[in-house]
């Protein structure tokens, strides 16, 4: 009797911490969100500049409205801007798989060190923004189309090689030991015995993957490479309000068709 | 046998060629020139170690740009809460199979979540510094706007997917809606729903570091100052900060939704 009360009495108290602290978890979160509502709001706005709702609703009404001129102008930025993504996410996969292929762990080459390596390259891929990726080749490469479909592939290298190389890990293994007990090559084991097992995976990767590109190459002209994003960038510098929301629903319907085309494609290969 | 064999390989041939060609074409019409696509990953290179390599890692430590990182960090905290309480209300809309009114508020609230993700998080930002001038506020609301479209789509497609036995359940003993989602659906939910909102956290944090670049503050100011200064050293030393910081969110994110999904099974 006497152990089982004071396996009772241990057990409350054991609640009672864990309860206390919850209770100081949730009591910082909020002291947190009061802080940061102090420092980065109150303080940091600019009150005067807002001024009243009036003026608020007065910004936003200049935003009202449809600048049709524009369209017959969009229409090809709108075709770039699709291809961007297209080209972005098939370079991407090119360049994701020899990456995907170190980064596997049971067909990575050279061990640890090709593994490491590879793993690095993938998180350095993902870290970037994509904002990042496209200054850094505007620098490099110069203004237009190129330096967007660049920026494009390498940050889409980061995922696509992950799910790859994830898949590779946990491809069946059996086949692959029929093709190498068969006297196949390196090349061999690749080719007939992991690429048809990893296909459906890769290519509802590449849709996913293409469906986000599109959504971000349609900014890469903010930095200098084409597309929607340019359009957007120059209406925004003219103060052409109208135009700005004409832009932005040239985005909006792009995006749409995409996401429309990816699920039917995704639910074909299912 | 042979013969249908060869045939194969022509199709191939055929399909491969063709591919190659309209992408040749893309090039063409998209006006680049392949020589220096050819060359651009050793232009790529020689940027990185002529300009960017000596890393100017000192200007990293200055208070002024370890308080633009906390100001990102709170940013990124205050556009979540915001953004998470906005979202869970319009994805109880979004959800198909427990939404109160499905001719009305579905087709709604499914539109805001799709638009508010069709819209880059730089564009969010743009349009905000526009309405409400440069400085955070901006910034915690293109991030609100970023994490209804993110937090909307991913708790949505949860809820859709909750057991709809025990729901019904609920209701036919007599719940009222409010009861129905407390008791029938936010218990199959709430694992999902702290795993998604560590998620949305990282993601945010993530968007966070870059949208100064677009007038709102954080680190991504200081980015954008450096850019146009041309100062390489301390832009890249800026760089690798924001990859270090967001690498360590990742890992932090995924320990903790790790930890969460071990706790409740």
């Known amino acids: 009797m006497k152990t089982f009360a004071l396996d009772v009495e241990t057990y409350s108290q054991q609640n009672f911490t864990k309860i206390i602290k919850k209770f100081l978890f949730y009591i910082s979160l909020v002291v947190i969100i009061f802080l940061s509502v102090y420092f980065i709001i109150i303080l940091d706005t600019d009150w005067h500049r807002i001024g ?10 200049y935003f009202v409205g449809l600048d049709l001129s524009l369209v017959q102008y969009l229409i090809i930025p709108t075709f770039e801007t699709f291809l961007m993504a297209c080209l972005g996410t098939m ?3 090119f360049l994701s798989l020899p990456v995907a292929w170190l980064g596997a762990r049971n067909v990575t080459p050279f061990g640890m060190l090709s593994f490491g390596f590879a793993r690095f390259l ?7 923004h994509e904002i990042i990726w496209a200054l850094i080749f505007v620098g490099a490469v110069g203004l237009g189309a190129l330096p967007g479909i660049l920026a494009l592939a390498f940050r889409s290298v980061g995922f696509i090689s992950k799910i790859i190389s994830e898949t590779i890990e946990g491809a069946d293994k059996k086949p692959i030991e029929a093709i190498r007990a068969a006297g196949g090559s390196g090349f061999d084991v690749m080719y007939y015995g992991i690429i048809p097992q990893i296909l459906p995976t890769v290519i509802g990767t590449i849709i996913f993957e293409w469906d986000i590109n599109i959504r971000r190459s349609a900014i890469m002209g903010l930095v200098g490479a084409g597309g929607l994003g340019l359009a957007f960038f120059r209406q925004m510098q003219m103060s052409n309000y109208p135009g700005v929301t004409t832009v932005i629903m040239f985005i909006f319907i792009l995006i749409i068709i995409g996401e429309i085309f990816s699920h039917f494609l995704r639910k074909k290969i299912h | 046998m042979k013969n249908t064999y060869q045939n194969n390989g022509a199709k191939k041939f055929i399909k491969v060629s063709l591919f190659f060609f309209i992408i040749y074409l893309c090039f063409f019409y998209l006006n680049i020139d392949f020589e220096r696509f050819f060359s651009a990953l050793g232009r790529f290179g020689a940027l990185i170690v002529n300009r960017y390599y000596p890393v100017d890692i000192h ?7 370890l308080k633009s990182i906390l100001n990102s960090v709170q940013m990124g905290y205050l556009g979540l809460i915001i953004g998470v309480i906005v979202a869970s209300l319009l994805s109880y809309f979004a959800a198909a199979n427990i939404t109160p009114s499905k001719k009305i508020a579905y087709p709604i609230a499914k539109f805001l979540i799709i638009f508010a993700r069709s819209i880059h998080e730089t564009i969010w930002t743009i349009l905000f510094v526009t ?4 400085g955070m506020l901006a910034g915690v609301m293109a991030l609100t706007m970023y994490c209804i479209g993110f937090f909307g789509k991913l708790f949505s497609e949860e809820l859709e997917n ?27 939910v709430k694992t999902a729903f702290t795993g998604i909102l560590i998620y949305t956290w990282d993601v945010c944090f993530r968007a966070s570091t870059i949208i100064g670049f677009f007038g709102a503050g954080g680190m991504g100011w200081y980015l954008k100052r450096n850019v ?6 301390r832009t890249s030393a800026i760089i690798v900060s924001i990859i270090i910081l967001v690498i360590f969110s990742e890992t932090l994110s995924a320990y903790m939704r790790n ?7």
């Open chain 1, 122 to 128: 993938m998180t350095i891929s993902r870290s970037v």
């Open chain 2, 259 to 265: 930890k969460i999904q071990k706790e409740t099974q």
């Open chain 2, 59 to 65: 200007y990293v430590f200055e208070t002024g740009y």
């Open chain 1, 91 to 93: 370079l991407g996969l």
């Open chain 2, 131 to 134: 309405i409400v001038g440069f």
């Open chain 2, 228 to 233: 146009l200064q041309l100062e390489y050293a």
């Open chain 1, 52 to 61: 009243s709702g009036d003026s608020i609703l007065k910004q936003l009404s």
């Open chain 2, 162 to 188: 909750v057991n709809m036995k025990l729901v019904e359940t609920v209701r036919s003993n007599g719940a009222n809606e409010m009861q129905v989602f407390a008791f029938g659906v936010w218990p199959q």
